[in-house]
């Protein structure tokens, strides 16, 4: 059964950069398309980024210039780093692998004005 589990979340200053990663378990699915979600208080889960088996990715417009996406095949993972954190950051992150429409259960990711 494939896993996510995300990690690297917390608490960071607006401005401040941070890095999440997910680890997918399972080999199978492990070069399929894998994106970033985010589930801000009140509002519903949107889009982040997302990264495919070729490397190719896809950035929402909002973070565009801040956040970047990358995958390592090798070890199962892939990598949102954001920098120049906004408070519109703040929220659960969650990772996504597409072809199965599998999450992860999410990480918190606060950013204080």
């Known amino acids: 059964q494939l896993q996510l589990v995300e990690s690297g979340g917390g608490l960071v200053q607006a401005g401040e950069s941070m890095s999440i990663s997910c680890a997918v378990s399972?080999?199978?699915?492990?070069?399929?398309?894998k994106a970033w979600y985010r589930q801000a208080p009140g509002r519903q889960r949107e889009f982040v980024a997302q990264?495919?088996?070729?490397?190719?990715?896809n950035v929402t417009d909002s973070v565009k210039g801040r956040f970047t996406i990358s995958r390592d095949n090798a070890k199962n993972t892939v990598t949102l780093q954001m920098n120049n954190l906004r408070p519109e950051g703040t929220g659960v992150y969650y990772c996504?692998?597409?072809?199965?429409?599998?999450w992860g259960k999410g990480i918190q990711v606060t950013v204080s004005s």
């Open positions: 990264i495919t088996s070729t490397g190719s990715t």
């Open positions: 996504r692998v597409l072809a199965i429409d599998c």
């Open positions: 399972g080999t199978i699915f492990s070069r399929n398309t």
